[in-house]
């Protein structure tokens, strides 16, 4: 899509941005970090202030919660890329820069508010996590999205499945107060992809072929921005595996449910383009079924056998 298709893109969808902006700010609940960080369980670190170093035993998370918590939190330490992402491409002004704003506050206390959590439950080991934030943040992240079609696809897609993998956290750490914490979180993130799968059925009414052609391109591709975080892979093994992230949460609670609330597969006004994008969508499905039933056959006899699990069963570009 050339420059000026994007300013009428940007300019047609704009009455939307507006009103699913103040539909937001009607629904979004404020709420206060600091209240959700257990303070009376931390206990000063060794360094300056010479307390106790950090030891794997302190941590009384499951070795899975852990990885899915570190792939998390650096997945939202990386909000300056991100910011810089949607700002490039949204602009600065009016109600899409509005937006850019508020979602870009609404994110920084995600960050915030995990890392204070992990650090005074002790439940990651704070010098690796710190490592790994220097050098991920210290990359960047860059989509290079072809169209601001395919960057509205990529954002629909990426909410819901944040979405999914703070709530699968906030199901698994077996901590009441992390627990809290996590479904606040996601809460947001809900709101987030309410909010990009709205305008993004609004793209598909305008432009039902490109808007399709870019959902699909999504799609058959998709990948998590933490998936550059260094060791992503070996986490995101014990992740899936342990159920809280993997084919089958990506094919039932991410993919299905866009694609059912988009009407993707029965939209109407279809030219030849749009056409070829469905049935790409509809072939990926099949894939994807296949590929989570594998990988679900390969989990349940690795655990049954107590073998250790093989790093090629998980297509690693949809696991977060
Ligand atoms: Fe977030
Ligand atoms: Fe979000």
Request: overall charge negative.
């Amino acid at each position: 899509m050339r420059l000026a298709e994007e300013e009428g893109v940007l300019r047609e969808l704009e009455p939307s941005v507006e009103r699913l902006l103040e539909r937001h700010l009607s629904v979004a609940r404020d709420w206060l970090p600091h209240q959700y960080v257990p303070w009376s369980a931390a206990r000063d670190f060794d360094g300056p202030l010479e307390g106790s170093a950090w030891a794997p035993e302190q941590s009384a998370l499951p070795q899975a919660v852990q990885d899915a918590l570190l792939i998390n939190l650096l997945t939202e330490d990386n909000l300056p890329s991100y910011h810089f992402e949607i700002a490039s491409r949204f602009g600065r002004d009016g109600a899409w820069g509005t937006w850019v704003h508020r979602w870009t506050a609404e994110e920084g206390r995600h960050a915030d508010v995990m890392r204070a959590y992990v650090h005074a439950r002790r439940a990651v080991d704070p010098v690796v996590l710190e490592e790994l934030r220097m050098r991920h943040v210290g990359t960047g992240y860059s989509s290079d999205l072809p169209t601001l079609l395919h960057a509205l696809a990529y954002v629909t897609v990426q909410e819901l499945a944040t979405r999914q993998a703070h709530r699968n956290v906030a199901a698994a750490c077996g901590d009441r107060v992390g627990e809290q914490l996590m479904a606040r979180i996601a809460a947001d993130e809900n709101l987030h992809m309410l909010f990009y799968r709205e305008l993004y059925a609004e793209a598909l009414a305008l432009y039902p072929d490109a808007g399709l052609v870019a959902l699909a391109d999504v799609l058959c591709d998709f990948q998590m921005p933490g998936a550059t975080i260094p060791g992503f892979r070996a986490r995101a093994v014990r992740v899936a595996a342990s159920g809280i992230f993997n084919l089958d949460v990506h094919h039932e609670h991410v993919v299905q449910p866009l694609l059912r609330a988009l009407g993707v597969m029965a939209l109407p006004r279809l030219g030849p383009a749009g056409a070829q994008a469905q049935e790409r969508i509809g072939l990926h499905l099949e894939r994807l079924t296949a590929q989570a039933s594998r990988a679900r056959e390969l989990y349940a006899r690795m655990k049954a056998g107590g073998s250790p699990l093989p790093v090629d069963i998980t297509d690693r570009r949809t696991l977060t």
